[in-house]
RNA sequence: CCAGGGGUGCCGGAGCGGUCAAUCGGGCUUGGCUGUAAACCAAGUGGCCCUGUGCCUACGUGGGUUCAAAUCCUACCCCCUGGA
């Protein structure tokens, strides 16, 4: 029931073309895929995020967890009944939070943060020099067992291990899981990496374990289950650590890989992460980008070997008022467009493009109303899909580059 | 008419002798958001310049006290609440 399979390949490039096959539907590669975290997008429907060509969603383990909405969501058969959503999903894992309930909160980065070196400049709350143990705060706590969160709602103590988040996952039954990964800072020295990379490692072998349970433990049974588990590659922005990331992981038999944790100090450092680990990797596997979603990003990427990409970018800039437009990002909140005729792009075709003006939306917006943010959100998805298509239809053109080139230079 | 309370920057609203060009909200301007603690966060928001423990103009209006007033006194104007 679950396939991938590579239609077509780049001359020039590692980039590809493909067709992953799940039991809810294909998803045409390269693909992105929109973030539900709490089982939904919001700011948009399931649905007409499908009609504008959405054909994977993403939802959190995490947010599904700590509230033990889960245990709801299993009597209910899992996410597609409950949530009523016709199409492939992604479960991840939850591991992210440790970072970005962790280290990402305490001290203000991302999974690039081009803040570093430090030194005496370094600012307020920032560490002068790398992390080389860490162990959480009052969100996260972390150790080789798994980690445990602080529920910020009541403060009750969850316990989430690798086992616990398969079992979850497997509950809330989307299409494509993850394994249970510890994602790092760029914050984090080699030595914490290295420390976190090998309990990875452990908790890959533990998600495997967990997953394939009393079933058969070959990589071809799981393949034709209901589910298929991707395995996350992580290392941070160390070579010879992503190295030793994707060897250790493709040893295992996952479905496909993910390229998780800390991508470096600036987009350079991750196109390089993405050069040195991807070759590592089975070549005929799907491999998936976790949280990235920038278009020169995606770009730099698909050329790189990727298929899969989610992000909340497209989401969160529209509630925050930035939306994409082919000559990059403009905000809606500013003063020049509360009286622009024009559309949000105007070689868009969505529908919010073919019936608003910018004046229309901005003024929405600044009168905080929900529809602005429903608007901005079904143009940025829109778009983002469409620029997907527009990637895949060039990939079967033989003119990805040239696609390439003329995207991003209209763009900024 | 009598008795109280009040008039502060675009708005609301602190301050009640010097550390006040004035706390804090909101608004406004501009940045930033990459496996969602994010419809959020940050900075700026009287004018001028040689950008400084700098100079002007500002706390209803006019006068005054004081080394020094948004802060005290006084007259006037306006607003609110009770009472005739």
Same mark, same amino acid.
């Not at 309930?101 to 790398?130: C, M, N, Q, T, Y």
């Not at 291990?161 to 996952?169: G, V, W, Y």
């Given at each position: 029931m679950f396939q991938f399979r590579i239609t077509k390949k780049d001359k020039k490039s590692r980039a590809r073309m493909g067709v992953l096959r799940t039991p809810h539907g294909a998803v045409h590669t390269p693909a992105f895929v929109p973030v539900g975290t709490k089982a939904a997008l919001r700011g948009i429907s399931f649905d007409r995020a499908k009609q504008y060509g959405g054909e994977m969603f993403m939802v959190n383990t995490y947010h599904l967890f700590h509230n033990e909405r889960y245990k709801i969501i299993g009597k209910f058969g899992g996410l597609h009944a409950y949530a009523k959503i016709d199409a492939?999903?992604? &479960?991840?894992?939850?591991?992210?939070?440790?970072? +970005?309930?962790? @280290?990402?909160?305490?001290?203000?980065?991302?999974?690039?943060?081009?803040?570093?070196?430090? +030194? *005496? !400049?370094?600012?307020?709350? =920032?560490? +002068?020099?790398?992390?080389?143990?860490?162990?959480?705060?009052? @969100?996260?706590?972390?150790d080789d067992t798994g980690a445990t969160f602080k529920n910020p709602v009541n403060g009750q103590m969850l316990w989430l291990?690798?086992?616990?988040?398969?079992?979850?996952?497997q509950i809330l039954g989307a299409d494509i899981i993850f394994s249970f990964d510890e994602c790092t800072s760029p914050l984090s020295s080699y030595e914490y990496t290295k420390k976190a990379l090998k309990r990875t490692h452990t908790w890959a072998e533990v998600s495997l374990k967990t997953f394939y349970g009393n079933k058969h433990p070959a990589a071809a049974a799981l393949w034709r289950g209901k589910q298929a588990m991707l395995g996350i590659v992580q290392g941070g922005e160390y070579e010879d650590l992503r190295k030793e990331s994707a060897q250790a992981i493709s040893s295992l038999s996952f479905f496909g890989y993910a390229i998780g944790g800390s991508l470096g100090k600036?987009?350079?450092?991750?196109?390089?992460?993405?050069?040195? &680990?991807?070759?590592?990797? /089975?070549?005929?596997?799907?491999?998936?980008?976790?949280?990235?979603?920038?278009?020169?990003?995606?770009?730099?990427?698909?050329?790189?070997?990727?298929?899969?990409?989610?992000?909340?970018?497209?989401?969160?800039? *529209?509630?925050?008022?930035?939306?994409?437009?082919?000559?990059? =990002?403009?905000?809606? =909140?500013?003063?020049?467009?509360?009286?622009?005729?024009?559309?949000? /792009?105007?070689?868009?075709?969505?529908?919010?493009?073919? &019936?608003?003006?910018?004046?229309?939306?901005?003024?929405?917006?600044?009168?905080?109303?929900?529809?602005?943010?429903?608007?901005? &959100?079904?143009?940025?998805?829109?778009?983002?899909? /469409?620029?997907? =298509?527009?990637?895949?239809?060039?990939?079967?053109?033989?003119? @990805?580059?040239?696609? !390439?080139?003329?995207?991003?230079?209209?763009?900024?």
């Open positions: 492939p999903l992604m &479960t991840d894992s939850g591991g992210f939070q440790v970072f +970005s309930l962790g @280290f990402g909160s305490e001290h203000g980065v991302g999974k690039i943060a081009d803040i570093f070196p430090v +030194s *005496a !400049k370094a600012p307020a709350g =920032r560490p +002068s020099e790398k992390i080389t143990e860490y162990r959480g705060n009052n @969100f996260v706590k972390i291990t690798p086992k616990k988040s398969i079992e979850i996952q600036s987009k350079n450092d991750m196109y390089r992460i993405l050069d040195l &680990t991807i070759p590592l990797l /089975d070549e005929k596997k799907i491999k998936h980008l976790l949280g990235i979603g920038e278009v020169d990003d995606i770009f730099e990427s698909v050329e790189r070997g990727i298929d899969l990409f989610d992000c909340v970018a497209p989401t969160r800039w *529209a509630r925050h008022g930035s939306v994409l437009t082919s000559k990059g =990002r403009i905000n809606i =909140r500013n003063k020049q467009f509360l009286i622009d005729k024009k559309p949000l /792009d105007i070689h868009c075709a969505c529908t919010v493009c073919k &019936t608003y003006s910018r004046a229309y939306i901005s003024h929405l917006y600044r009168e905080k109303e929900v529809y602005a943010i429903m608007l901005m &959100t079904e143009h940025n998805v829109a778009w983002m899909l /469409d620029l997907m =298509r527009r990637i895949r239809l060039s990939l079967k053109a033989g003119e @990805f580059q040239k696609f !390439k080139k003329q995207t991003l230079q209209g763009f900024q």
